[in-house]
């Protein structure tokens, strides 16, 4: 059985696995959805500064990352560091999945369930609090999302192999609330001191907010922030297949 194992039944296997997980569930779809909520505002006349954007706008964008993120960073990273830790990874390795077959299975399973997340807090978004955008930027928008994803679910699982199970999980929490803050998830980056707003923008998930805003605004996505990026994504996808094969040699 294990010697017919493929990246197509590990990614299946690891999508109903997640979506089984009601507790992960709720902090990577319902908790930004009730956040948003919470810190988006009444009224739709009150812009963030220097973004043109209402709080609901700017928040539909920053909460739906938030999402994103904690599926496919937090889940990512500690579900790796465990199965290594059980031999799980060992396992697989005496299987047909070719060597890079667990890393890109990860990323795409990750990937893949942060679409509930995103759906979710859209629909919050036009329901509760009537925010209205053409169709092609509501379609656009989920796909800026999605596709921005695969970046941090290449560094979760850079991160699931380059920790221990013990040491996993507050290494992930720092990683994820100091982009997630830094790059104006939680407030806006105008507010930071200068110094600090020229370092926010070069993070990953500044710019990747930045995708959704200018969807939002009618504009297509800026080539600098999609360059930002590429380039972590090559980035970490590079980082996660040098410690798998370091991983391996290991073993």
Do not use: C
């Not at 812009?47 to 909460?63: G, K, R």
């Not at 199970?165 to 507050?170: C, E, I, L, M």
């Amino acid at each position: 059985m294990l010697k017919s194992f493929s990246s197509a039944t590990l990614i299946k296997l690891e999508i109903l696995r997640t979506l089984r997980n009601k507790k992960f569930m709720f902090f990577s779809v319902i908790y930004p959805s009730v956040l948003y909520l919470i810190i988006s505002g009444t009224s739709s006349s009150a812009t963030i500064p220097h973004t043109h954007l209402s709080m609901q706008l700017y928040y539909l964008v920053a909460m739906a990352s938030f999402g994103s993120l904690t599926a496919v960073l937090m889940g990512n990273s500690e579900r790796i560091a465990k199965e290594r830790e059980k031999g799980w990874v060992r396992q697989l390795r005496l299987t047909a999945l070719p060597g890079h077959g667990y890393v890109v299975a990860k990323i795409a399973s990750a990937a893949t369930v942060t679409l509930p997340a995103i759906l979710v807090i859209e629909l919050v978004a036009a329901v509760l609090k009537n925010v209205r955008m053409e169709t092609w930027q509501w379609v656009a928008l989920t796909f800026a999302v999605w596709a921005g994803s695969l970046v941090f679910a290449a560094l979760g699982v850079a991160i699931g192999y380059i920790a221990s199970g013990d040491a996993v999980r507050p290494i992930t929490m720092i990683i994820y609330f100091s982009l997630s803050i830094l790059g104006g998830l939680w407030m806006p980056a105008t507010i930071f001191p200068q110094w600090l707003q020229n370092i926010a923008e070069w993070l990953p998930t500044h710019s990747y907010a930045a995708l959704g805003q200018a969807i939002e605004l009618g504009d297509a996505p800026h080539m600098k922030d999609i360059g930002v990026l590429l380039v972590y994504l090559v980035l970490f996808v590079g980082a996660a297949a040098w410690l798998y094969r370091k991983d391996t040699k290991k073993a």
